[in-house]
Each structure stands twice: as structure tokens, then as C-alpha cells.
């Protein structure tokens, strides 16, 4: 599908998600809350069959969180970029994990570099940093004297 | 190295493996659950070498970021700065002469060259097969003579800058790999006689670690670990980048699914570089090595992905920018995070010996998956 | 030496062992009563069975590291001596200075009893080779059936030190292996047997003189060879060399069921597997390859009188040396099977060819259609 067709076929399946412009992929900006339902009908309806989710990131705005999940599909070669913003204080966004697989690792990532929390995650522990580790080491406030030199 | 931790409740062991390995592939530690002597969980524990390079890059210029991803997937560095270098060129709308595109895909074809003949010979040596690594080296010997004198290293080369290319090529270059490719192309004939139509090698990989075309999607798994399950992935293929559009070459796809597919995508995308190596090297078009650039680079407010082909798989490089001269957040999609969350499914019922031949073929590299 | 030589050949060159042999114990039965001039033998053949076993020792494992080095592209050890002939007796220097350690907890008699049983198991089968005419220690009249029993010896010395070492690693390996070497006895003794059909006698000396006229591989043509590979096959993975070497691979359980030993001891292990070597390929190149006779064929006596000019004991040495170098050359060329594939191969194909087998040299023997 082209970038027209799949702005349009979104705009009809998910009339609350807002679209971002001058951006090379279609990113839709969409409510976290609604994100397990969206992500379904992305994954599961004929047409869209998003089944390639290559990078999931969280970046950090100081005020807020934004989720970033870039997906394609395999069979009809479009790329979809989708973006929930989330409070910065208790992040926390449903998991994706059981609709694609990958997830389960990037998410273990973003929690253990930015504290967000997945609900219904099968296995939410650190990835990178050892169990006790205070802190979430990629927020933009994250203080480490020990570690972190600042030139 | 391998010592027990506990005894679960149903009488299985949990066994540990690695951290240190007397493998090839980095500081990686699987805590295993066995039956017996067949696997019931494999779990990684991660973050031996893990360097926050995402943050460290929040504090480099445009310029200097590009060379910490040389660190990450050392085996094919050339071909993470290229990646690195097509964002900040897609973000500054530099275009870049057709020189240095051309320069820049014959030394992506000789490090993925390079990695595949250094993974050949960790996989042999891995599963028991104790000359092949040797061969290998010999091989790579030529490839790193190459890059040492165009690029100054055997390793990490540093040698793409945003626009271009450092320096020009060194004058014997083409001599030397039109040697190398006459060299290379008897011996890869050798390493099948070797290795791939060997019977007990055949024995070892038929059969073990399957991953179907549907697991490998949604595992996100890319480069040779899906296309040995028949997923038809190869960024040069769908979304050609430099001049890989005006090239021939094919993407190798089996239907396997288990570690001799895989085995054999990595062979057949040997040849395929050889050949890809073949087209160019006579076909370098004169011109500038680098196209004018500001000392200083500000990539404007926005986002800008750009996804490359390294030997790995999908190496993708996602920089949210603020307009300063430093990147306000970078995302490395390191292909191997995603190849190895595929592991823990490939390995259930098999034994340990078949874990070693599935990491294998996997080609992990773990500060690729740490950064 | 208590020579019991029933041959007739009359062809004696100038450098034959058996004039040394018979001069000395001529001199001894001269110069004491008949009960000190045996005893005095007996002292001499053991302290040349040890002295034949360091030397053995010594340059079997240099042969390995130097056969290993060139098959690798290397050169091996080429410091300690004039190119690095001296090398295993700084190895065994350093090994004897190193501290014995003995595991916590481990049965002490036992552990220390076990590499002994093995060094000893490998002493003892030395008496029946014939090395050269004339030249064996003890020419009994079952000779070949010593051999195989007493090798089976070895067994109950790696299980000890699997047992003795309270470890639960090294008894997975000690069990791995033994269960191994009792497998691929019973194909290893099928070819024996299919050649003993041939010449009627277990006495090693007859089974040489039967090979007068040409060697067994030649005259029992099919089922002689057939008896001769699946022999190489069973012997490689009774020494548990490679490709059969599971049990010591350091990428699975630790280093078998020697892990707990170090010093001498390890040594002596060590040691042992090497002179297992030497006696298989002995045994080997007895059986089929004529052991000390010359290459003759027929009645070509032109022929055969040039080969005569030969020593036995340089055919009987290069003859096994070429035995040990083909089973060096398998450890350095394949993978390594795992150890259900290693089952499989002997109780689902080895042993029912073997048996096959031997029916058919049976009837080959009765029928008299070999030459």
C-alpha cells in the first residue's frame, strides 16, 4: 500500500489516532490506553498484516515519555511508525509481546534503561544492568558521579 | 565453566554457560534448565559488555558518533558506519558522488566477506572441526591486507564520513582484490568440499534448531537467521540503498528453517559478494571521494531511520534530533537482540550440543546485542 | 628374548634385531645359572617396555602437535630442540613439577589407582606384538584374543577415575566413555575375527607367516577391506579420538572423566592414550597389513627378495606410523559426531555390517576364493 492508501485505510480503522506530517513513514500518534486493541487490529486485519516489528524505542521529551514502535508488513511491504505518549511519572503501557514476539526483549530494554512498565509482561526484570541497579540509566535527569563523566 | 546452580522442583538442573566461552562469540551468559540431557529453557543474561553507547552518542558530534558503531558489531563495522552515515546524510539532504557510493558498497561486500569467512570458521571449530577456523583466517588475511591499506585498519576501519569517504582508494586496491578474487573463488569451492557435503557435519546441523517463517517474523529476526526460514528480508533486495539497485545479485533464500538452511543462506551469500565485488571493481567512476560538507553538522528538527544489511541481519540507526549539533536520542536496532530472543525457541528439546551448533549459525556477536 | 620364530625365511640383512636378541641371551644363559639368567631377562624386556613406552610417548605426541600444526597452515613447536623434537620432555618435566591435587571428597585409593591400571593395561598388551622378526616378548598361542581382553581393561580404569573423582561431571563422562569403548569392542573384534578365519590361528606369529605371500588386506580382497575400515572406525572411537571424542570436548562437559587430575597422574593419562594409539594401529597393521613381512606378491621371488632388503622392523614401524597418521589426519578433518549419532553408528550400522561381514569372509574362507 502506498503512504496515501494506508494514511487513509488508518484513518478509517482508528478514527482517535492522529497523523504526524512531513515524516518519511506514516506515524499515527495514538492514546496508550487504547495500545493493546490497536496493536491487534494492526498485527490481525487483512490488509494492514503489520507482522514485522523492527525497533521499539522510548524516547525521553523532559515532560513526557514517547513510545516509538516501527512496524512493516512482510507481505504487502508498507512501514508504519507509531507513537504513544506517556507520563512521565508512572510510564506504564500495555505489552505487546504475545502479538509479536521481539517485543518481549525490546520491552525488557526500555524498562531497564527508562523505568517504563508493561503491563501483563511476561518476564519484566532488568536486561542490561545487574538486578540492583537504582535508577533508569537513559532518562535525560539521570545522575551517576561513579560513572558518567561529563566533560 | 559450566557449574550447577540449582535443582528445580522437578528434578531438572539449571547449568550455567559462559559467560567466558571457548567459542568466538563474546561475553554471553545462557543459564540452561535441562531434563537430562535435553533443554527445557534457555535464558541470556546480557549486559557483560554493555556500554551505554546509546547515551554515550547523546553527547558526540554528527561526526564522532559514527565510529563508536564500529564497536558494536566489530565483524562488520564498515557496514554499521555506512548505516550511521545514511541517516546523517538523509537528515542534511547530502548527496553523496557516485564515487565514494561505489567505494563505500565494495567495502561493505568485503566486510560482510570478511564476517561470513570468520563466522565459517567459529562454526566449524564449534562443532568440532578444528582446521577449518585456520583456513578461514588465512582467507580473511587477504580481506584485512586490503582494508589496511585503504582504511589504515584491520578492524574497525573508520573510514565513512558523512558525504563520502575519508580518503580515496589506495592505488593498488583494485590490483589486490582482483586478486583476491581469483584467490577466493577456488577456495570456496574448497570449504564445501570441506565442510558442507561432510556427512557428520550434515548430521550435526540437519534437522536441529527449526525456526518456521511465521516464529521468524514475529521474533523479528532478519538477515541469513530468517532468510535460512524462507523470509525474504535483504534490504539491499526491498529497499536498495547506494548502487545496489543497478547491481545483480540474489537474494539467497531457503526453506529450511533448521541450522543447515541457515548454513547454506551464509554460503550462498559468499558468493554472491564475490560476484557483487566482481561487477564493481572495474567500474569505479572517477570523481570527488567525498561531497562538500560543513565542519560542523546540525541535522535539522526532526526523525530520520535508515535501515542497512549488515552480515547479522537489519542494522537500523533511529536519531530523534533537536536541531543542535548533537543527537538528542539514537536507537541502534541491532539485528543480532532480535536473532537471539529466537533462541530460547530454537533450543527447546534439543541437547547441548545441538545449543552450540544453533548458536552458530545464529552469528552472534554480543557486543552488537549489548551496545 | 624368548623367541619362539617359526619361520624358514632365510633372507637376514646385517641390521637384524633378532642377532642382537639372540646374542645377549645366549651371553646371559653362559654367563648364569639358567633361574638368574631368566630373572635378568625379565628385568631387561620390562625396562624395555618402559623405555619403549616414554619414547613412544614422546614422539607420538610430538608427531601430533606437528602433524596438527601443518594441516593447519602453522608450523608447531619448533623452539624447545632442533625443530622442536624436545618439546614433550619439557611438557612432561612441567607436568611432573605440577602439583597433584586430589578433590575433596574424592575416594583416595581409587583415584590414585586408576591411571595406573590404565598405563598398566597399556604395558601389558605390548607383549605379543611382534615389532620386528624375531623381536616379540611373548609369542603366546592366543595371542590376538590377550589382546583384545586385556584391552578391555581399560574400561574398568576410566570408570575408577570417573567414580573416584566426586564429580559429578567427570562421572557423566567417565560413563559417556565407557559406554562408548564397550559399543565399538565388539566391532572392532568382528574384524579381527574375519581375518583370524583367514589364517586359522590366533598366534601372532603365524598370522604374519600366512602374509608370506602377500598382505591380508590384498588376498582377502572385499570382505578383508570391508573388515579393515569398519576396524579403523571402531579403534578411532575406542581411543576416544576424534571424530569420536564427546566425552572430552571442552565445549561439553568439561574435560571428561580426567577434568579432576593434574601432575603425574594427568600424565600418565595421557601417556596412555597415545600408547593406545600405537598398540591399535600395532594390531592393525598385524593383522592386515602383515605386520614386520615385506610386501610380497605371490611367488614373484625377484620382487620379493628386493622388498626383503628392507628390515622388518622399518616395514612394521612404517606401517603403523602410517595408521597413526591416518587417525591424527581424521581428528584434524572432521567434526565431531554427538553421542547418540556415535550409538547409532555402531549398534544400527557397524555391528550388523560387521557381522555380514564376517559371514561372508566365512564362506570366502571355506570356498577358498581368496588368493
Known amino acids: 500500500m502506498t503512504k496515501e492508501e494506508l494514511k487513509s485505510r488508518l484513518g478509517e480503522l482508528l478514527p482517535s489516532a492522529t497523523f504526524e506530517e512531513g515524516t518519511e513513514w506514516t506515524t499515527i500518534m495514538i492514546d496508550p490506553s487504547a495500545w493493546k486493541g490497536i496493536a491487534r487490529q494492526l498485527r490481525f486485519t487483512p490488509g494492514l498484516d503489520l507482522d514485522y516489528l523492527f525497533c521499539l524505542s522510548c524516547v525521553d521529551w523532559k515532560t513526557h515519555f514517547t513510545m516509538v514502535y516501527h512496524m512493516e508488513s512482510t507481505l504487502h511491504r508498507h512501514i508504519l511508525v507509531v507513537k504513544a505518549k506517556l507520563d512521565r511519572s508512572d510510564p506504564e503501557i500495555a505489552t505487546v509481546s504475545d502479538i509479536w514476539r521481539t517485543a518481549e526483549f525490546h520491552e525488557r530494554e526500555a524498562y531497564d534503561l527508562f523505568g517504563v512498565r508493561f503491563t501483563d509482561h511476561p518476564d519484566l526484570r532488568r536486561l542490561f544492568m545487574t538486578e540492583e541497579w537504582k535508577g533508569w540509566p537513559l532518562r535525560k535527569d539521570y545522575e551517576d558521579p561513579v560513572n558518567m563523566i561529563k566533560l | ?371 | ?371
Open chain 3, 1 to 371: 628374548m624368548l623367541a619362539a620364530c617359526r619361520l624358514k625365511l632365510a633372507a637376514y640383512t646385517m641390521f637384524s634385531i633378532e642377532n642382537i636378541t639372540h646374542s645377549i641371551d645366549a651371553w646371559l644363559y653362559r654367563q648364569f645359572n639358567p633361574s638368574m639368567a631368566l630373572l635378568l631377562e625379565s628385568l631387561i624386556v620390562g625396562l624395555c617396555a618402559i623405555g619403549l613406552f616414554t619414547v613412544l610417548g614422546l614422539v607420538l605426541v610430538l608427531m601430533e602437535r606437528k602433524v596438527s600444526a601443518y594441516m593447519q597452515i602453522r608450523l608447531g613447536p619448533n623452539r624447545v630442540g632442533p625443530g622442536g623434537s624436545l618439546q614433550t620432555v619439557a611438557d612432561t618435566l612441567k607436568l611432573a613439577m605440577k602439583e597433584g591435587l586430589t578433590p575433596d571428597g574424592a575416594d583416595g585409593f581409587l583415584f590414585n589407582l586408576a591411571p595406573y591400571i590404565v598405563i598398566s593395561v597399556a604395558m601389558m598388551i605390548l607383549a605379543p606384538v611382534a615389532f620386528a622378526r624375531g623381536f616379540q616378548i611373548w609369542d603366546l598361542n592366543i595371542g590376538v584374543l590377550y589382546v583384545t581382553a586385556v584391552s578391555s581393561l581399560s574400561v574398568i580404569g576410566i570408570l575408577m577415575a570417573g567414580w573416584a573423582s566426586n564429580n559429578k561431571y567427570s562421572l557423566l563422562g567417565a560413563m559417556r566413555s565407557g559406554a562408548q569403548i564397550v559399543s565399538y569392542e565388539l566391532s572392532a573384534g568382528l574384524s579381527i575375527i574375519s581375518i583370524i578365519v583367514l589364517t586359522g590361528s590366533l598366534r601372532i606369529s603365524d598370522i604374519i607367516a600366512s602374509q608370506q605371500d602377500g598382505w591380508w588386506i590384498f588376498k582377502g580382497h572385499i570382505p578383508a577391506i570391508i573388515s579393515f575400515v569398519i576396524f579403523i572406525i571402531a579403534v578411532t572411537a575406542e581411543t576416544n579420538r576424534a571424530p569420536f571424542d564427546l566425552a572430552e570436548a571442552e565445549s561439553e562437559l568439561t574435560a571428561g572423566f580426567h577434568t579432576e587430575y593434574s601432575g603425574m597422574k594427568f600424565a600418565l593419562f595421557f601417556l596412555a592414550e597415545y600408547v593406545n594409539i600405537f598398540i591399535v594401529c600395532a594390531i592393525g597393521s598385524t593383522l592386515f597389513l602383515g605386520g614386520w613381512m615385506p610386501l610380497h606378491i605371490g611367488h614373484w621371488s625377484g620382487f620379493n627378495h628386493i622388498m626383503d632388503f628392507i628390515p622388518s622392523s622399518i616395514w612394521f614401524l612404517g606401517k603403523t606410523f602410517s595408521l597413526i597418521f591416518l587417525i591424527m589426519w581424521f581428528r584434524w578433518t572432521f567434526p565431531r559426531l554427538r553421542i547418540d549419532q556415535l550409538l547409532n553408528l555402531e549398534w544400527k550400522y557397524l555391528l550388523p555390517i560387521s557381522m555380514f561381514n564376517l559371514l561372508l569372509m566365512t564362506l570366502i574362507a571355506i570356498k577358498g576364493w581368496h588368493f
Open chain 2, 1 to 371: 565453566m559450566i557449574e550447577e546452580l540449582s535443582t528445580t522442583e522437578q528434578g531438572e538442573l539449571v547449568i550455567n554457560i559462559g559467560p567466558q566461552h571457548p567459542s568466538t562469540h563474546g561475553v554471553l551468559h545462557l543459564i540452561i534448565t535441562l531434563n537430562g540431557e535435553t533443554i527445557r529453557k534457555v535464558e541470556p543474561h546480557l549486559g557483560y559488555i554493555h556500554r551505554s553507547i546509546e547515551k554515550m552518542c547523546e553527547s558526540l558530534s554528527y561526526r564522532q558518533f559514527i565510529y563508536v558503531t564500529s564497536r558494536m558489531d566489530y565483524l562488520s563495522s564498515h557496514i554499521n558506519n555506512h548505516g550511521c552515515a545514511l541517516c546523517v546524510e538523509k537528515g542534511l539532504q547530502i548527496e553523496v558522488p557516485p564515487r565514494a557510493k561505489v567505494i563505500r558498497v565494495l567495502m561493505d561486500e568485503l566486510t560482510r566477506m570478511a564476517s561470513h569467512q570468520l563466522w565459517w570458521g567459529a562454526l566449524a571449530m564449534d562443532v568440532g572441526a578444528l582446521t577449518p577456523f585456520f583456513h578461514a583466517f588465512r582467507e580473511r588475511e587477504a580481506i584485512n591486507d586490503i582494508m589496511e591499506e585503504t582504511c589504515g585498519a584491520r578492524l574497525t576501519m573508520n573510514y565513512i564520513v558523512p558525504g563520502g569517504v575519508m580518503i580515496d582508494l589506495h592505488p593498488n586496491f583494485q590490483h589486490k582484490v582482483k586478486e583476491f578474487i581469483t584467490l577466493f573463488s577456488s577456495k570456496i569451492d574448497e570449504y564445501d568440499d570441506l565442510v558442507t557435503d561432510n556427512v557428520i557435519f550434515r548430521g550435526r546441523m540437519e534437522g536441529v534448531g527449526y525456526l518456521s517463517k511465521e516464529d521468524a517474523i514475529s521474533y523479528g529476526c532478519s538477515g541469513p537467521t530468517a532468510r535460512g526460514s524462507g523470509v525474504s528480508c535483504d534490504i539491499r533486495k526491498l529497499y536498495p540503498y547506494e548502487v545496489y539497485e543497478q547491481l545483480k545479485f540474489e537474494e539467497i533464500r531457503v526453506t529450511g528453517g533448521d541450522c543447515y538452511a541457515r548454513y547454506l543462506v551464509r554460503m550462498g551469500e559468499m558468493r554472491q559478494s564475490l560476484s557483487i565485488i566482481g561487477q564493481l571493481i572495474d567500474n569505479i567512476p572517477e570523481g570527488e571521494f567525498q561531497a562538500k560538507t560543513k565542519a560542523v553538522l546540525k541535522l535539522p528538527k526532526g526523525e530520520f531511520y535508515s535501515r542497512v544489511e549488515t552480515a547479522r541481519g537489519e542494522f537500523g540507526v533511529y536519531i530523534v534530533s533537536e536541531g543542535g549539533t548533537t543527537p538528542y536520542r539514537i536507537k541502534f536496532r541491532s539485528p543480532g537482540f532480535s536473532n537471539l530472543s529466537a533462541l530460547d525457541h530454537m533450543a527447546r528439546g534439543h541437547k547441548i550440543g545441538d545449543l552450540v551448533a544453533i548458536m552458530g549459525t545464529l552469528d552472534l556477536v554480543i557486543p552488537d546485542i549489548d551496545r
